[in-house]
């Protein structure tokens, strides 16, 4: 403590500044990259591609709805970053179904996936539109990739009771 009672006033108040203003910097000053580059899907699979409600099993149909299992697998990569979260959007084309948004867990490397039950009505045709698309660490969303899964009543009154 001698030491410091050696240096003038003025050079114990300039070093206190200085290392106030080096705690407080960023440590990657500046503004962000206008470089940025959005990621990328591709390569969307779902299956399956048609759904007929003679074949779903009695505990998947139930109060004028049927339940049904889809599943999703794109390639989602960040040429400049990393991804954040792969997400699909489900888009009833026409019908009465509403639509749905699911994440898509990360299967391995840079594929996504899983399976989701959706609710459709039971007795009416419906054109399932599925749009996958990702978000990356900068929060740009990437391109669309779509399919198509369509759902077929049962047209024979007796085959539900």
């Not at 990657?28 to 591609?49: F, I, K, T, Y």
């Not at 899983?114 to 978000?135: D, N």
Request: include cysteine.
């Amino acid at each position: 403590m001698k030491w410091l009672r050696s240096l003038p006033w003025h050079a114990v108040l300039t070093a206190g500044i200085a290392g106030g203003l080096l705690v407080g910097c960023d440590p990657v000053p500046g503004p962000p990259s206008l470089n940025q580059q959005q990621p990328v899907v591709s390569a969307l699979v779902v299956a399956p591609d048609t759904v007929r409600a003679a074949d779903l099993p009695d505990d998947r149909v139930a109060n004028g709805q049927a339940l049904i299992d889809i599943a999703v697998e794109v390639t989602a990569r960040d040429p400049d970053g990393a991804i954040d979260r792969v997400l699909v959007f489900v888009d009833p084309a026409y019908g009465v179904s509403s639509p749905g948004l699911a994440p898509l867990p990360r299967i391995e490397g840079d594929r996504y996936g899983g399976t989701s039950r959706y609710p459709v009505a039971l007795e009416q045709a419906e054109l399932l539109v599925l749009r996958a698309f990702a978000v990356d660490d900068d929060s740009l969303t990437s391109n669309q990739v779509t399919a198509q899964v369509r759902y077929m009543p049962d047209t024979a009154n007796d085959t539900r009771p």
